[in-house]
Structure formats: C-alpha cells, structure tokens
C-alpha cells in the first residue's frame, strides 16, 4: 500500500485554531490530538490526560475479535443466540428485536457493534472473547497503552445514573429513560460526575492514536481482518456530522464514534476518532474527545466539523 509523504503540520495554527474552539466548548473539556500516520509528530492538546470512551472503545473490541478470527480460535460464520442475560441497554437494535430475533452470526454482531454503535452486540462479542479485560491485556500486548476496557455496557450505563443494576424491563431507550428520571437529580448528578472522574473505560489521546495508527499500519491484525474492520468503520453511519462533515473534497474516513445520553442539561461525553485519508494518500489519525457538555446536539457536532477543517487546513 502507497501512501502520500508526510509534511509538518502548521502546529502555530493548531494551537490557535483549537484554542478557539475550545473556548467555544467551554465549560466542556475539548482534546484534540492528530498524527500523520505516514510518520510524522502528534500534536495534542493534553495527550495523557484520561477521558471516558463511551462506543469509542466499539472499534478496539472488533479489532480484538478479529484477532480471535486470524488465531482460529473464533469464526465470523458462528451463530450465536441470544438469551434474556445477554441484553444490554440502548442504543441496541438487537435489544429491541428480541426476542422475536435471537440468532446472530458473530460477523453481523460486529458489523452492528463496531458500524452501527449497538451495545447488546457489543457485550455479547465482549463476552465471547473473555470480557473486558481480555481487550486491555490484548491491546497492551500488542502495544497499545493508554486504553483500557473496564466494564460491559449493561453495567456501564446505568452506572452513569446512579442505576440499579440493568434489568429486562428497561430494554429501549423509552424505558431505560424512565427508569433513570425516577432516581433523584442529586443523585443522579453526583453518579455522573463520578463517571466523568473514573479512570476505567477510559483512553488519553496518545493512546488512541497509538491504536488507530497500529490499526491503519496492519500492525494489530491480518491484511483481511484490518481491511475488514477498516471496512466496517468506513462505512458507519454514526457522527455524520462530526468529523466526517469537516472533511474536504476526496477524503474519506474510518471512525468510531461514542456519545452518553443527555441527562439534566448535561451531556458527559461526545467523542470521534478515526483515520482520515485524504485525497492525495496522505493518512491523520485524529482523535477528539468532548467531556461535560452543556451545549445541544447541534452546536457540539459543531465543534467537531470545524476541529476537523482546522487539522486539515494545518495539514496542506
């Protein structure tokens, strides 16, 4: 594979450009961080500070399956079915359509995890490769620090509330919601501010560089499975109007978003990372995590398209 020659960034203009930004944000906490993937420098706002992955960490999950495909010790044409214990929280279509459907081979599981952001999918792929904790150990073993898995969805996002346990009868997001607007506000503050403080589930910018450019070199997974879950990330149809909008002309790119739910004028974590490829070859790992928000959907998706045009603009 071919790749265009990396030039400097204009790092003067970063900082200037995302400093803008990132006032705009305000009071969210914006990270910004890219590197050419060709070989070059990373540029970050804060690269070791910790932020909350939400379905971010989605993208190491398939990579960590389709290492379980290239070993042999996992097929994508496996069926699995599904049972009441294997339902997690929205945003799940797999949730919604069970149990009228409850067989999925392990392939579609990561093409609605990884592409479609579902977290029934995710935790059932989750746990057919060991848990949480065997993507940490995978990623650490192959390199990738700075990133860790910590907890399946059906814990994670009730947690974020100060939920009970996730049970059957908060399946869909109708329901998931009135369940948590019956635990108090002050409660439910004080859960979410812990959340946004937890070092697990969390990665710094430098660490999820370090696995989108590990990813992108074919230095985690055969040709096939890196095609494959590159593929899959490509053609998601999530954050259409973050990063993917700031993009110019001939560009593409290869990302996996992750968003919590808005709760009490707050919305804790906005996230998208990805390979972008632009038109002449050249290749950017980008990163951006966006913690605390106060502003509506529309203004924060925002920030993300305009991050996208400064890195690109400092690019060329």
């Known amino acids: 594979m071919t790749h265009g020659a990396p030039r400097r960034l204009d790092t003067e203009r970063l900082d200037a450009e995302i400093a803008a930004i990132a006032a705009r944000a305000a009071p ?4 910004v961080a890219v590197q050419s993937l060709d070989g070059g420098e990373v540029w970050a706002w804060d690269r070791l500070r910790a932020y ?9 999950l ?8 290239d070993a042999g010790r996992l097929s994508l044409d496996e069926v699995v079915i599904l049972a009441e214990k294997d339902i997690s929280p929205a945003y799940s279509p797999v949730a919604d359509a069970w149990p ?14 990884v592409g479609g952001s579902d977290n029934t999918a995710a935790d059932v792929l989750m746990r057919k490769i060991g848990g949480p904790g065997a993507i940490t150990a995978w990623l650490r ?11 399946y969805e059906r814990e994670l996002q009730p947690e974020i509330y100060g939920m009970a346990s996730f049970r059957i009868g908060w399946k869909g997001w109708p329901a998931f919601r009135a369940a948590r607007d019956t635990v108090p506000e002050a409660t439910r503050r004080a859960a979410t501010a812990r959340y946004l403080t937890d070092p697990r589930d969390t990665a710094t910018a430098s660490g999820a560089l370090l696995f989108l450019g590990r990813l992108a070199n074919g230095q985690l997974l ?16 999530t954050g259409q109007n973050r990063l993917k909008a700031g993009l110019p002309e001939g560009a593409r790119l290869a990302h996996k978003t992750g968003t919590s739910g808005t709760d009490l004028g707050l919305t804790p974590v906005v996230n998208d ?17 966006l913690a605390g928000s106060t502003q509506d959907e529309t ?6 398209a305009d991050t996208m045009r400064a890195i690109i603009a400092a690019a060329d």
């Open 299 to 304: 203004a924060r998706d925002q920030i993300f």
């Open 141 to 151: 073993a192959n390199g990738v620090h700075g990133l860790r898995v910590d907890r």
């Open 273 to 289: 990372i990805g390979v972008v490829t632009l038109k002449d070859g050249r290749r950017l790992g980008v990163v951006v995590f």
């Open 222 to 237: 055969s040709p096939k499975s890196t095609a494959l879950l590159l593929k899959i990330m490509t053609e998601t149809t």
């Open 52 to 60: 909350p992955l939400q379905s971010v960490f989605k993208a190491p």
């Open 100 to 113: 009228g459907r409850v067989d999925y081979s392990v392939g579609e599981l990561l093409v609605r995890a």
């Open 62 to 69: 398939g990579a960590a399956v389709l290492a379980e495909v």
């Open 28 to 31: 969210a906490r914006l990270e």
